[in-house]
Nanobody, 125 residues
């Protein structure tokens, strides 16, 4: 089992950057595939970015590709989401999630077993 805690959210202006962190408990963090999702008011939770257990494979939603970068430091049990060139439409609560599943798209929320509490990101225009 793993517990996840997100941090780094805040209020920024369009064009600014933020780095979110997802800190995990447990000794087997490197066994988990990690995803970032976000949910805006009145909208469904949507996939943002994912990274495999080693950090060698990462992938993104089209809406953030080229602006966001996901990375992980298994020695620190932490996954990061660097968000650049933020837009008002990036405003949402951002969640990290973990799964030990080895097969799947890793873009669907129901593929993940563990979730953090979320961190709010607000981008003003």
């Amino acid at each position: 089992q793993v517990q996840l805690v997100e941090s780094g959210g805040g209020l920024v202006q369009a064009g600014d950057s933020l780095r979110l962190s997802c800190a995990a408990s447990g000794r087997t963090f490197s066994n988990y595939h990690i995803g970032w999702f976000r949910q805006a008011p009145g909208k469904e939770r949507e996939f943002v970015a994912g990274i495999n257990w080693s950090g060698r494979s990462s992938y993104y939603a089209d809406s953030v590709k080229g602006r966001f970068t996901i990375s992980r430091d298994n020695a620190k049990n932490t996954v990061y989401l660097q968000m650049n060139s933020l837009k008002p439409e990036d405003t949402a609560v951002y969640y990290c999630a973990a799964t030990q599943t080895r097969w799947g798209t890793f873009r669907a929320a129901n593929e993940y077993d563990y979730w953090g509490q979320g961190t709010q990101v607000t981008v003003s225009s």
